[in-house]
Nanobody
Framework: QVQLVESGGGLVQAGGSLRLSCAAS????????MGWFRQAPGKEREFVAA????????YYTDSVKGRFTISRDNSKNTVYLQMNSLRPEDTAVYYC??????????????????????WGQGTQVTVSS
């Protein structure tokens, strides 16, 4: 069983920064792509960013390009989301998720929630104007 635990959320003013962390249990963390998603009240969960199993490839939704950076440290079983120049529209619960297929079976970075099999409980990010 894989467990994902997010941390680092909070309240920040517009233009500020936060760094989210997602710690994963299990011995095979480095075999899987990881993603960050977010869900605002009354809206569907949406893709934010993904990183491949090695950390060598990343993928972002257009609205966060140039402001957010996803990275991972496989020695610590942790994936990060550095968020800069935050805007009120970034307010949401942020979730990390594990890709559903290991690189050994062929995996690609995806923005689809259905391509991820394990999810954390989420961490709240609130950006005030």
């Amino acid at each position: 069983q894989v467990q994902l635990v997010e941390s680092g959320g909070g309240l920040v003013q517009a233009g500020g920064s936060l760094r989210l962390s997602c710690a994963a249990s299990g011995r095979t963390f480095s075999n899987y792509n990881m993603g960050w998603f977010r869900q605002a009240p009354g809206k569907e969960r949406e893709f934010v960013a993904a990183v491949n199993w090695s950390g060598g490839s990343t993928y972002y939704t257009d609205s966060v390009k140039g402001r957010f950076t996803i990275s991972r440290d496989n020695s610590k079983n942790t994936v990060y989301l550095q968020m800069n120049s935050l805007r009120p529209e970034d307010t949401a619960v942020y979730y990390c998720a594990r890709g559903g297929r290991s690189f050994l079976r062929g995996s690609t970075l995806s923005a689809k929630t259905t391509e991820y099999d394990y999810w954390g409980q989420g961490t709240q990010v609130t950006v005030s104007s």
